[in-house]
């Protein structure tokens, strides 16, 4: 089963610009994850955010984290062409043993 | 640190038979491995949950007789699919947890392509 929903699916920029992606989760969580995903290939982690945290950051990500709504999202300042990928949210199942990931989002970013 | 080594990175069968995908923690102990599964252009779906020297355990809908997933070290774990069919062809990916960081650290292999004739 999938966790939640995250929008957009597709994002299409150019470089320089940054991406918005939000992810809407279901259930209460201790903490939520992103992962990023080149394609056919196996996913890195980027940044996680603890159920008490509100923002972090790492870098060129941006992430914020609201509670109340279930929802997150991953802020990519300045992007380049390497930030095209699949970007993913996670957050632990209900028995709290595994990542269940959202639907993703495809990022293409354009020189 | 913490990497986990996935093989083969993709494999073509032929229908009816079996394949093994191997997943091996490298520098580290991982008490639980992840199995998912992707089709193109979807999300990782979580396929079952293994712990060292016990028996797997299987998220609703998958066939346990036809994905049979063996944990027998604290390195190494193993899904074989069973009489493969080309329904079957998909990316699989698995992930270990590091012993003690609970659902904080969890690492991935590069997954393996599986492609049934």
């Known amino acids: 089963s999938q966790q939640g929903e995250e929008d957009p699916q597709a994002l299409s920029i150019q470089e320089g610009e940054n991406a918005t992606m939000n992810c809407s989760y279901k259930?209460?969580?201790?903490?939520l994850q992103w992962y990023r995903q080149n394609s056919g290939r196996g996913l890195v982690h980027l940044i996680l955010i603890r159920s008490n945290e509100r923002e972090k950051h790492s870098g060129r990500l941006r992430v914020t984290l609201d509670t109340s709504k279930k929802s997150s999202s991953l802020l990519i300042t300045a992007s380049r062409a390497a930030d095209t990928a699949s970007y993913f949210c996670a957050t632990a199942n209900q028995a709290g043993t595994a990542l269940i990931f959202g639907k993703g989002t495809t990022l293409s970013v354009s020189s | 640190g913490a990497v986990v080594s996935q093989h083969p990175s993709w494999v073509i069968c032929k229908s009816g038979t079996s394949v093994k995908i191997e997943c091996r923690s490298l520098d580290f102990q991982a008490t639980t491995m992840f199995w998912y599964r992707q089709f193109p252009k979807q999300s990782l779906m979580l396929m079952a949950t293994?712990?060292?020297?016990?028996?797997?355990?299987?998220e609703q809908g998958v066939e346990k007789d036809k994905f049979l997933i063996n944990h027998a070290s604290l390195t190494l774990s193993t899904l074989t699919v069973t009489s493969a069919h080309p329904e079957d062809s998909s990316f699989y990916i698995c992930?270990?947890?590091?012993?003690?960081?609970?659902?904080?650290?969890?690492?991935f292999g590069s997954g393996t392509r599986l492609t049934v004739v």
């Open positions: 293994s712990n060292e020297g016990s028996k797997a355990t299987y």
């Open positions: 992930s270990a947890s590091r012993q003690g960081e609970g659902n904080y650290g969890y690492t």
């Open positions: 259930t209460s969580i201790n903490n």
